[in-house]
């Protein structure tokens, strides 16, 4: 807000801008000006276009001027509708100059009538209703006599005024793409600037479309995020209608199923016999595909498993761990052996060729280094047994450098952050609660969530999960209402703020970490909750029960539900784009032998992968477009039941 000396000096600025100028224009080659107006004495007085005050009509001082001789350039000329800004008296510099005096709507409004009526007089050809004056009793304002008058100039080229391309498309890059439609229909210019190539590269890898795939070839990249619109709007319709795809990963050739991981289009599986498999969804005309196969038994079995785009890493119980190439597969790149009480825990981040373990109270970190010779970057023991372990990347993907990860390690009450490249008398402990048993740890980049089993207190603080920031170490809220143990929670997947909970209450619970109560609380599971994650605007949840539902955020519901396996439990479900995976297999208390005396008939009896590709519509593939009936619930001798008829579509 401008104080009120500033305003008096810009309007006294503006008073002289418009009298200088007015002056200026208004004066001829001789420097004298030239008074174009009207006289006051010539006022219209209806649209029967007489002259009062000046001497009876026009064509009759036509006839005395030429009686006497008058020249002609003296004589009384008609009005003329075309505005010139030249004009020391247009009526816009007229109106912002009475305006800055300070007059009143009632003082201009009479005079703003009668220039209508000479302006309409003067023009030739009938009179449309929009022209005619403002009706009696109606009123204006200043401004919006100063905007209507401004409106009658037409000399400003709005769209035509010429910038360089590089400053257009610096202006262009900082719109949505709904923004750059609309301005792609204003003009041929502005078309040609909202359909750079640049411009719509950037919406692109904002929605996470893929330049580099082969279907992208050739295309602009407006029509490559066009497709990506198009199919995850049809993916969308068919997750919430179940339409799609089921692929049977192959389980029976190593025994039981013991461990399952995914990244991306990756999965990977440890089974009973020591055997490790991994897949390619993509790989095969979307059927998954066998990468790495390991063809030794052990006597151990594969106790965890872990994947991302450039390593697989599988532990087994020999306190063995093994490193492969996802991309080649083949043998081995790195082999060691840490055996400090149990099986070795392992994990990957989504980036980088960065492993950490964890056996007993020892923690390990292995990376490559400049040459791809695999190395040991360090080796510290905690004061207790790590019971969760998580990594981390704290920077983009691309940078792999050791110093952008964070481990992140949980014993019996205590949490810990560590960066790899400091030693280990400086890893930093943000939660530590005696008697709160750590059940549930997940993190990412900046917030940790900790999910702890505390007794002897109030019934609200017994299960909570509390979220910290890994860059200070406070705590950002404590997250309260489960009613049991929380026995999975997923923050790494989730949207921003957002975080889904899974309880042995037998509830799905999802959380806004900006408010301490959940968003949403239905019940799921009879048995209790298993896996759970989230995205925009579903959830999807896992039961030990061995049944999969699917949530709709918004309203709250459940859009279906399936039961992947009658035997066993649901140990591990995500889901990305049009993909889902679920897992289900015996836990390590099951008694593998007593599995097989009781469910021997059951083909998922050893455990089963199943793998759904919502961008397929099974119900039609490999049917011709002429058997598939156009239209939705047809009638007949079929009793309701849709069929395809082969001359539905002739």
Aim: aromatic share 6%; glycine share 8%; hydrophobic share 30%.
């Amino acid at each position: 807000m401008a104080r009120p000396d500033e305003l008096s000096k810009f309007v006294e600025q503006w008073k002289q801008e418009i009298h200088s100028s007015n002056h200026n224009e208004a004066a001829g080659p001789s420097g004298q000006g030239k008074d174009l107006r009207v006289p006051r004495t010539q006022v219209f007085g209806s649209v029967g276009s007489k002259w009062e005050g000046g001497g009876g009509t026009v064509k009759q001082q036509q006839q005395e001027s030429r009686t006497l001789k008058t020249p002609p350039d003296q004589l009384p000329q008609q009005p003329s509708c075309k505005q010139d800004s030249s004009n020391p008296h247009y009526p816009p510099f007229m109106l912002a100059d009475r305006l800055l005096q300070g007059e009143t709507t009632e003082s201009l409004s009479e005079e703003r009538q009668s220039r209508k009526r000479l302006k309409l007089d003067a023009c030739p050809g009938p009179v449309s209703p929009s022209r005619q004056g403002d009706p009696q009793g109606t009123r204006h304002t200043l401004l919006e006599q100063l905007i209507s008058d401004l409106d009658e100039i037409n000399e400003i080229p709005f769209f035509e005024v010429s910038l360089p391309r590089e400053l257009a498309l610096q202006i262009f890059q900082h719109l949505s793409m709904e923004d750059l439609c609309r301005c792609a229909q204003v003009s041929s210019s502005w078309r040609s600037l909202a359909d750079d190539e640049v411009l719509w590269q950037k919406v692109g890898q904002g929605l996470g479309c893929d330049f580099s795939a082969d279907s992208a070839a050739g295309q602009k990249s407006k029509e490559v995020v066009k497709t990506h619109i198009e199919t995850d709007r049809m993916v969308t319709g068919n997750w919430k209608s179940r339409v799609g795809q089921i692929d049977y990963l192959e389980c029976a050739i190593g025994g039981f199923l013991s461990a399952v991981n995914s990244s991306g289009t990756h999965i990977v599986a440890g089974f009973s016999k020591g055997i490790v498999r991994l897949w390619d969804m993509l790989a095969d005309e979307n059927t998954p595909s066998v990468l790495l196969e390991t063809t030794q038994d052990q006597e151990h079995a594969v106790c965890n498993v872990s994947v991302n785009p450039t390593v697989t890493v599988a532990s087994f119980g020999s306190g063995d761990v093994s490193i492969w190439s996802t991309e080649h597969g083949g043998t081995p790149l790195h082999h060691f052996t840490v055996d400090q009480g149990g099986p070795p825990q392992v994990c990957t981040c989504p980036g980088g060729a960065v492993v950490a373990s964890a056996s007993g109270s020892v923690v390990r970190v292995d990376s490559p280094d400049a040459v791809g010779v695999w190395h040991c970057r360090q080796n510290f023991s905690c004061d207790k047994k790590v019971t969760h372990l998580t990594l981390v990347q704290k920077s983009e993907p691309p940078n792999k450098a050791l110093s952008n990860h964070l481990v992140v390690m949980a014993t019996d009450y205590d949490v810990y952050a560590h960066r790899p490249d400091r030693p280990p008398e400086e890893r930093h402990r943000f939660h530590s609660l005696y008697g709160a048993v750590v059940e549930c740890l997940d993190a990412t980049a900046e917030r940790a969530a900790v999910a702890s089993t505390c007794f002897g207190v109030s019934l609200e603080d017994v299960f909570k999960v509390q979220c910290y920031c890994l860059d200070t170490g406070k705590q950002l809220t404590s997250l309260r209402g489960h009613r049991g143990q929380v026995t999975c929670m997923n923050l790494r997947n989730s949207p921003p703020n957002m975080l889904v909970t899974g309880a042995a209450d037998k509830r799905v619970r999802v959380f806004d970490l900006r408010t301490p109560r959940p968003v949403l609380n239905q019940y799921a599971h009879p048995l209790g909750v298993s896996c759970v994650q989230m995205d925009d605007w579903k959830v999807v949840s896992g039961g030990r029960e061995g049944s999969l539902c699917v949530w709709d955020l918004r309203t709250q519901n459940k859009l279906w539900e399936m039961k992947p396996s009658k035997v066993h439990p649901i140990q591990y479900c995500r889901f990305g784009g049009p993909h889902l995976i679920a897992a289900c297999y015996p836990g390590t208390s099951s008694s593998r032998e007593e599995l097989m005396d009781q469910y021997r008939h059951q083909p998922d009896v050893k455990g089963r992968i199943n793998v759904y590709d919502f961008s397929v519509d099974q119900t039609t593939r490999d049917v011709p477009d002429i058997c598939k009936a156009d239209y939705d619930e047809p009638e007949g001798y079929n009793y309701n039941i849709s069929l395809a008829m082969p001359y539905d579509a002739v």
